[in-house]
């Protein structure tokens, strides 16, 4: 069953530009993750919001996480064409020992 | 270098036939899983291990089977059984469990001539 989805499904910017991508999930969560995949390749870990966090920074990544809305954003920016990519968030419960992945937002930067 | 392997890279099978995923991780961590990807879509849990000498079947168990008879290796075997089997399969490892982040190897691209 599908926990996370990602909005938009694609996302085209020009270099420079902020690139936001969101993830809705449906029951609650201890942790969110965002992970990324070059074509072709395996995922990487990006960054791990835990339930009663709200912010977290990584260099040119910020992410939030709203409970209450079961909602949580990824902001990427200064965008390179090297973060051509597809990302995805995927939920952690406190019931379950498995990582429940969305379908994804696929990320064009044009140089 | 620590890190999670694959092998091979592509796979090609014939009908009809079982054919053996590898994946080994030298980064201690107890817990393994197999996941699959179809083409612009998410990943999908086949089965999952968080200590040797068990595993647990995830959504998609039908047609795979799996061992974990050492910390560092957890093989996927793709049987007959499997209708559909061409797919871009990703092993990962955790620490502990799913609330830890997941590390990924490079993954094995099967397809079914």
């Known amino acids: 069953s599908q926990q996370g989805e990602e909005d938009p499904q694609a996302l085209s910017i020009q270099e420079g530009e902020n690139a936001t991508m969101n993830c809705s999930y449906k029951t609650s969560i201890n942790n969110l993750q965002w992970y990324r995949q070059n074509s072709g390749r395996g995922l990487v870990h990006l960054i791990l919001i835990r339930s009663n966090e709200r912010e977290k920074h990584s260099g040119r990544l910020r992410v939030t996480l709203d409970t209450s809305k079961k909602s949580s954003s990824l902001l990427i920016t200064a965008s390179r064409a090297a973060d051509t990519a597809s990302y995805f968030c995927a939920t952690a419960s406190d019931s379950s020992y498995k990582l429940i992945f969305g379908s994804g937002t696929r990320l064009l930067v044009r140089p | 270098d620590g890190g999670i392997t694959q092998s091979p890279k592509y796979l090609f099978r014939k009908e009809g036939q079982n054919v053996t995923l590898s994946c080994e991780q030298n980064?201690?961590?107890?817990?393994m899983y197999w996941y699959r990807q179809d083409p612009g879509q998410g990943l999908r849990l086949i089965y999952y291990s968080q200590i040797v000498n068990d595993f647990q079947k995830g959504d998609i168990a039908e047609g795979y089977s799996v061992s974990r008879e050492k910390k560092e290796s957890f093989p996927l075997t793709v049987t007959s059984a499997q209708k559909n089997p061409t797919a871009f399969y990703l092993c990962a490892s955790s620490i502990l469990g799913a609330r830890d982040e997941q590390f990924f190897g490079p993954g094995t691209r099967l397809t079914v001539l």
């Open positions: 980064l201690n961590h107890d817990a």
